[in-house]
Nanobody
């Protein structure tokens, strides 16, 4: 059973950058797509980005396109989310989750993902 742990969150000023990491253990990570979602206080969980099992496909939520970049290293069992030009509205708990196995296309639906990590807090000050 693959387990995910997020890290890299913190406090940053608007315009700054953070790099989140999603590390896997306990199973064959490389067969799964991985997605990042975020949830701000009082709001529903929002799709951020996803990457296919081999890194060949990526998708982004409209609010982060052009600012965030997702990547993965299947040798190190990690998926990273590079977040640039951060805005106060990016403040949220960011969580990663496993997606479908060996599927080339990606969906931004929460229902397509499972085995969520515990999340890492990102706070962007204005």
């Amino acid at each position: 059973q693959v387990q995910l742990v997020e890290s890299g969150g913190g406090l940053v000023q608007a315009g700054g950058s953070l790099r989140l990491s999603c590390a896997a253990s306990g199973g064959v990570f490389s067969m799964y797509a991985v997605g990042w979602f975020r949830q701000a206080p009082g709001k529903e969980r929002e799709f951020v980005s996803a990457i296919s099992w081999n890194g060949g496909s990526t998708i982004y939520g409209d609010s982060v396109k052009g600012r965030f970049t997702i990547s993965r290293n299947n040798f190190e069992d990690t998926v990273n989310l590079q977040m640039n030009m951060l805005k106060p509205e990016d403040t949220a708990v960011y969580s990663c989750a496993l997606g479908p196995q060996y599927r080339s296309y990606l969906l931004d639906s929460e229902s397509d993902f499972h085995s969520w990590g515990q999340g890492t807090q990102v706070i962007v000050s204005s």
